[in-house]
């Protein structure tokens, strides 16, 4: 059992840098602590040496895997808000671009509305045409 424990934590303390696959290590990082622990209180002393070497492989495999993977997860988090912030701000130019080119529109249609809707009367006005001379 003391072999089982330490290729346990040795599997465990290599499985946890991986990221997301790390869980599985911490698992096997946490059985070959417990199979340690189960092989000292048995009290075998061929397996005493390797058991007593699984413990604090264990233990740091446990540790380490905690960390790096609560850290993949924070990390992921981050860069999905930043995204959406990202997102936010492009979208916020468009709208704002699109606005500005509604108000050049808009100021267009009113300058050709108003030189469309001219009073007749400031028109400029034809000269009548000319009358021949009676004979």
Do not use: H
């Amino acid at each position: 059992m003391g072999m089982a424990a330490l290729v346990l934590g040795i599997l465990g303390i290599v499985l946890c840098w991986i990221p997301f696959a790390g869980w599985a290590g911490i698992l096997l990082a946490l059985a070959g602590a417990v199979l340690g622990v189960l092989t000292l209180r048995k009290g075998l002393k061929d397996d005493k040496w390797m058991a007593i070497a699984s413990l604090p492989i264990g233990v740091v495999a446990i540790a380490y895997g905690l960390f790096i993977q609560i850290s993949w997860i924070r990390g992921a988090q981050y860069v999905g808000e930043q995204y959406n912030q990202v997102g936010q701000i492009l979208d916020d130019a468009k709208v704002k671009q699109t606005l500005e080119q509604l108000q050049k529109d808009a100021q267009k249609a009113a300058v050709e509305a108003a030189r469309q809707q001219q009073p007749a009367s400031s028109a400029p006005v034809a000269a009548p045409p000319a009358v021949p001379p009676a004979q």
